[in-house]
T-cell receptor, first 111, second 114 residues
């Protein structure tokens, strides 16, 4: 079973705080991991990808991967109201581009 | 490039009717995915194609659903007959060759079956 689990939230943080979003996956053979952001009524858009254990930083975003624990996280520093959206964790199962998504965590950043 | 193009943006139909959703992937992308999104189940993979060939259709809910990709620039998802529980947003996405690549999503089709 190819499962991707996320806490659905909602997660509420004050402006300027760090938002922490978590994701677990079921298949140890998974190779690549992604975070998508989806604004209400819009389609998902990729914000981060990570392929190896450790941290990957891009501006205010940091993705963290721990393959031994089958755990992926996304940290958003200095959260802004414009970061309010649903964040979807996605896992690519294997070499044939079989991309599965978690249910998403809804984040609200309060001014 | 115009991105992934889906039509129609909204579809309202009555139970029992046939519904056809359309997708044009980004030129040069050889993977095409159909997803369905609902509040209850999130974003579910229905089927995906590589080089116009269906690779995995295990997510297609039942025989009422069918998908085709007759050429590299066009795909359809058909529901016949439609039921109220099919109401959802249906997304098409495409990606580049090679795997491990980002998905580019279309704007989606909001389907309401009355």
């Amino acid at each position: 079973q190819k499962e991707v689990e996320q806490n659905s939230g909602p997660l509420s943080v004050p402006e300027g705080a760090i938002a922490s979003l978590n994701c677990t996956y079921s298949d140890r053979g998974s190779q690549s991991f992604f975070w998508y952001r989806q604004y209400s009524g819009k389609s998902p858009e990729l914000i981060m990808s990570i392929y190896s254990n450790g941290d990957k930083e891009d501006g205010r975003f940091t993705a963290q991967l721990n393959k031994a624990s089958q755990y992926v996280s996304l940290l958003i520093r200095d959260s802004q109201p414009s970061d309010s959206a649903t964040y979807l964790c996605a896992v690519n199962y294997g070499n044939n581009n079989d991309m599965r998504f978690g249910a998403g965590t809804r984040l609200t950043v309060k001014p | 490039d115009a991105g992934v193009i889906q039509s129609p943006r909204h579809e309202v139909t009555e139970m029992g009717q046939e519904v056809t959703l359309r997708c044009k992937p980004i030129s040069g992308h050889d993977y095409l995915f159909w997803y369905r999104q609902t509040m209850m189940r999130g974003l579910e993979l229905l089927i995906y194609f590589n080089n116009n060939v269906p690779i995995d259709d295990s997510g297609m809910p039942e025989d009422r659903f069918s998908a085709k990709m007759p050429n590299a620039s066009f795909s359809t998802l058909k529901i016949q007959p439609s039921e109220p529980r099919d109401s959802a947003v249906y997304f098409c996405a495409s990606s580049l060759p090679g795997g491990y690549e980002k998905l580019f999503f279309g704007s989606g089709t909001q389907l309401s079956v009355l």
